[in-house]
């Protein structure tokens, strides 16, 4: 296809010299003027268009098609405008169709020019014959000639006829415009009214709408702030009972530790202890001295130490504990202190086995003496095993078990002494006062409660 490459102008002064026929394709991107234009591509239809159209393509997109659009409105795209010499489009072609329905309607169009063309030749010759001009040259000339007399003798006569009706045209669509308008203006003022009346009813109505939205996004805001500050509440709590909890393990611990590091104390201060033996040895005058022995001595080793310490004095005697009451036998002497529950420490009584020769037997009122320190003899024993812890001196530590007896120079010193003023006579001891009555021939044995 032929396409003119000059503006519409150009294209219209061409098309009137020409006497041809002015086509405006107006086409966009989509896929009805790739259509549109490959028909116009096509050979047959560029053959017709090209001996009686001149053809001119204007994009939808550009200037030239809004310039165009004002004088003949383009409703459809892609678009095909046949405009004849005087302005009056001959067809106009919608959207896209095929090369054989545009090669039909350029054909239909070619057979309306050549009727107007001529029926214009007819009123030249009408024309001529009026005017008595000789004119039938115009018989014989070409075409083209034709054409070109036509347009400068005729279309101008036609012209002024046709700008006349559209004057008259103008004006009656001016008045129709006038009362069109006026019509308009007053549907136009009701409309605004009433448009003014919605838009009132709509701005109450999202008054309102934002009015419940504020109140929603406010009762929102107040339900988010009293959640949020019921999560930090919780979380204060939480980690207040975590901290309350990571104290009281702390405390738990510590006190464990206490506790643990006391028992190792304990544990190793009694192994200390359980290492050895501490007896103190209880006379029948009352008198006592203390040893340490190891805890896997015998009770034999402790009977001789105790024989050498009190010699013969009390002749054959037997170990005794007063609590729990229990009193060594043979048998027992070859038992260790561990084994008969006398570690860390004991209290053991000798209790003489015999009457020494030279006894003499007491009379009744001093057996009932007698009898009374014996039944007060346990509570004494206990009394004196405490004192011995709390008020005692310290004693030097116990000979080796398996060796000879230590000298009689390092015997350790009894912890209660014999009262100074007392009378002996074998096992009983006579006790005197500053005053002389009547008492000072009482005689006690060692487990009076007038020692104490």
Not at 58 to 87: D, R
Not at 266 to 294: C, H, M, T
Not at 416 to 424: E, L
Request: charged letters at 30%; one cysteine or more; aromatic letters at 6%.
């Amino acid at each position: 296809m032929l396409w003119f490459e000059g503006s519409i102008p150009e294209a219209i002064s061409s098309a009137k010299s020409r006497g041809l026929v002015f086509v405006v394709v107006v086409s966009g991107d989509d896929e009805q003027s790739a259509q549109l234009m490959s028909s116009w591509e096509d050979e047959q239809v560029s053959a017709a268009a090209s001996s009686c159209c001149v053809a001119i393509k204007v994009p939808a997109s550009s200037e030239t098609c809004v310039q165009f659009s004002q004088i003949y409105p383009v409703v459809c795209i892609p678009s095909s405008f046949f405009i004849g010499n005087s302005g009056v489009p001959l067809e106009v072609i919608a959207g896209g169709v095929t090369p054989q329905d545009l090669l039909k309607r350029i054909l239909n169009v070619s057979q309306v020019r050549r009727k107007l063309l001529d029926h214009i030749y007819c009123d030249v010759l009408n024309l001529s014959a009026e005017l008595g001009s000789d004119l039938t040259y115009l018989d014989v000339t070409l075409e083209r000639k034709q054409a070109f007399i036509l347009l400068n003798v005729v279309f101008p006569v036609r012209l002024t006829r046709k700008l006349e009706e559209r004057r008259e045209q103008k004006k009656r669509g001016e008045e129709e415009t006038e009362v069109r308008k006026e019509v308009e203006r007053r549907k136009m003022g009701k409309n605004m009214q009433d448009l003014k009346k919605k838009q009132e009813e709509e701005k109450t109505k999202r008054l309102l709408e934002e009015r419940n939205r504020e109140k929603a996004e406010e009762k929102a805001a107040r339900e988010r702030v009293r959640q949020q500050i019921a999560m930090d509440r919780a979380d204060r709590a939480a980690r207040y009972a975590k901290t309350q909890e990571e104290e009281r393990t702390a405390k738990e611990a510590l006190l464990l530790a206490r506790q643990e590091e006391q028992e190792a104390r304990k544990e190793a201060l009694l192994r200390q202890r359980s290492a050895v033996a501490r007896i103190q040895f209880r006379l029948p005058d009352g008198s006592s001295f203390s040893n340490q022995f190891p805890s896997q001595s015998r009770l034999q080793e402790v009977w001789d130490f105790a024989a050498q310490e009190v010699g013969s004095r009390y002749g054959n005697f037997s170990l005794a504990t007063v609590f729990p009451r229990r009193e060594f036998t043979a048998e027992d002497l070859n038992q260790t202190l561990l084994e008969l529950e006398l570690v860390p420490s004991a209290s053991i009584v000798l209790r003489p086995l015999g009457r020494p020769a030279g006894a003499v037997v007491q009379s009744s009122g001093r057996g009932l003496w007698a009898a009374l320190g014996t039944l007060l003899y346990p509570l004494l024993a206990v009394w004196r095993f405490l004192s011995s812890f709390l008020f005692a001196t310290p004693t030097p530590s116990a000979a080796p078990p398996r060796g000879p007896p230590p000298p009689r120079a390092q015997r350790p010193q009894p912890t209660s002494k014999r009262p100074k003023d007392f009378k002996k006579d074998g096992n009983i001891c006579r006790l005197r006062t500053q005053e002389d009555s009547e008492d000072d021939n009482n005689t006690w044995n060692g487990n009076s409660t007038q020692q104490m």
